[in-house]
Every structure is written in structure tokens, then in C-alpha cells.
């Protein structure tokens, strides 16, 4: 079977992809339900080969198809490794576990993961927690930021939408776009808050503007 690549990126390949590389392939990989097939196809041709059992190559493409437990499972067998740590920390999240999903976000830094990076994570793994508290106190510490990153502001403007400060979420959420003009989640979300806030127009601008990149952020095109 051919590697599904975007372009060029096989997650099985000797050496893992790098983080960006991943995001980009899971992004190709949702962005049709062929692709997604031929992936999962890739994935459990993956799994019962014995150079794969100690890399989370499996792990993360489990992950992507969205079999969070079993990419969970996956990832604790696998070799200590900043990426066996990310997305062991993501699956976890998915499923609930929050608390162990942030001491795998702080087991990664031992690994060289970006400090930038974790503390977002660890920011929108409390807000998906509902403790609002400790995710402001993680972006305070990113204060430095501000103006500067484009997935700090989108992170501030998750939890100012999540406490209901609709009009400040937005403010953030354009933050993110001036910085990042293809920052696809920020898009998607200024978008949804245009639609929910009855200016369907407005919506329909960002929808559109998504739906022509490539690979296509397949929420947009549902809404």
C-alpha cells in the first residue's frame, strides 16, 4: 500500500515526522473520507509489524482517526519521546483524562518540546477541564506574547468564549488572524461566533475563505 503522504509525509517511515509535519497530515487526512480510509488502512497494516512496537508512529495515526483509548494504549508502550508524549497527552484529553493528560504535556519537556507550546496545551487542557482558573493562570504566563503569537490569542479567546466574554473572544480571535491570516481553528471559531451572533453574511466570508485552502478544515464546509 502506498504511504499517504501530504506531500511527501509517511508517519511509518524510520524516522517519525516532525510535529508540524503530523499536524499537516492529519489535516490531509481529515480533509476527505477517502483519505481518511486509506489511512486507517495504513494504520492496521502498521500494527502488527515488530519495528513499529516500540515507536508511537501507530499511536499518533490512532490518535488521528480519532481511537483515542487504543491510541492511549499504544502510546504508553511505546519508546519515551517528546512526540509519545504530545500526543499521548492530546488522546488523554479527548477521553477525559485530564489530569494525566497534563503530566504528559510536563513529561514532554524533558524531551525538548517548545515551552511556548506546552503552556498553551496545558491552558486549553484546563479549559476543556471547565477549571477556567488554572488555563488563565497558564496564559498569564505567556503574557509576553501577546501581539506576537497567533495560537496564544486563539487560546485566550477559547477561554474567554468558554466563560461566555463573546465580544472579547472575538477581539482575540482577529488578534490570531492579523498575526496568522491561515490560522484555519481561528477562522473556523470567528466564524461560528459571526453565525451563532445572527450575522450569517460575516460567517459565510471566513467559511469561504477557509474552504478555498488546502488541505480544507472540514468543519467549515459542514457549516
Known amino acids: ?41 495504513q494504520v492496521e497494516s502498521n500494527m502488527g509489524k515488530t519495528e513499529q512496537k516500540a515507536s508511537p ?16 494504549e499504544k502510546l504508553e508502550k511505546a519508546n519515551d519521546c517528546k512526540e509519545k508524549f504530545l500526543y499521548l497527552a492530546f488522546a488523554l484529553r479527548r477521553i477525559g483524562e485530564f ?18 507550546s ?13 477549571n477556567f482558573e488554572a488555563a488563565a493562570t497558564e496564559l498569564k504566563a505567556c503574557k509576553n506574547f501577546e501581539d506576537v503569537s497567533a495560537e496564544y ?23 490570531a488572524l492579523e498575526l496568522s491570516p491561515n490560522h484555519q481553528r481561528a477562522l473556523f471559531h470567528l466564524a ?9 453574511e460575516a460567517a459565510i466570508v471566513y467559511y469561504r475563505q477557509i474552504a478555498s485552502s488546502s488541505p480544507v478544515y472540514v468543519s467549515a464546509l459542514l457549516n
Not at 119 to 130: I, M, V
Not at 192 to 200: I, K, M, N, P, V
Open 1 to 41: 500500500m502506498e504511504p499517504i503522504t501530504e506531500p511527501g509525509i509517511d508517519l511509518f517511515a524510520e524516522a517519525l515526522p516532525s510535529m508540524d509535519e503530523i499536524k499537516r497530515l492529519s489535516a490531509f487526512v481529515h480533509s476527505g473520507e477517502a483519505n481518511q480510509l486509506n489511512f486507517g488502512e
Open 57 to 72: 508512529a501507530v499511536g499518533i495515526g490512532l490518535f488521528i482517526l480519532g481511537r483515542n483509548a487504543e491510541a492511549v
Open 99 to 116: 489530569d494525566q493528560a497534563i503530566e504528559n504535556l510536563q513529561k514532554s519537556l524533558d524531551y525538548e518540546a517548545d515551552t511556548l
Open 118 to 130: 506546552i503552556t498553551l496545551e496545558k491552558a486549553a487542557t484546563y479549559r476543556c477541564a471547565g
Open 153 to 175: 490569542h486563539y487560546q485566550l479567546a477559547r477561554l474567554a468564549e468558554a466563560q461566555g466574554l463573546y465580544e472579547q473572544a472575538m477581539d482575540d480571535y482577529k488578534t
Open 192 to 200: 461560528f461566533r459571526w453565525d451563532l451572533s445572527g450575522y450569517e
